[in-house]
């Protein structure tokens, strides 16, 4: 990814008592040249906040948890303000690769496309408990038969949208379901 595509690219990572992941995942953005990287800390009551003070990233605070999908609602409404052209939303527990933002975006680029959703299910599945595999695919199997779409991975929280999405679309769900309604 060149410099001049890295400056319209902002990561925006929802952080809650994230202390011992979130400056590993900052650092190999940061490492990877991506270096708009906004963190909500949802109401932490870890020491989160001081981490991404000392990391270089943006900090925004919410005082009070109010969730993951309020937390990148709050995180895109600031790179918008900073002229940012596509987001990509990122955990904070480090199960992403930076890597993969690249790949992603070219992706989402070439197919004009507005939104590009990542999977943890396609290739091979790593470091994931059989109980949970199984719950992630029957809430996948549910989401498939209610709104009819083929998709691979239905509460992954990497995702890349472009400005134009992100104007027509927000976060409606305070807590976890933005990674299935949005």
Known sequence: MCNS??????????????????????????ASGLHNIVIVDDGSTDAT???VKDSGAYLLRHHV???QGAALQTG???????GAEFFVTFDADGQHLPSDVSLMLHALIESEADIALGSRFLGSVVDISRTRLLLLKTALLWTRIIIGLPLTDVHNGFRIMSVKFTNEFQFTYDRMSCTTHG
Do not use: P
């Open 49 to 51: 906040s001081q981490i």
């Open 65 to 67: 948890n109010r969730g």
């Open 5 to 30: 595509e890295n400056k319209k690219v902002w990561i925006v990572i929802a952080a809650y008592n994230e202390a011992t992941t979130i400056k590993d995942v900052i650092n190999d953005l940061q």
């Open 76 to 82: 895109i409404e600031y790179a918008k303000l900073h």
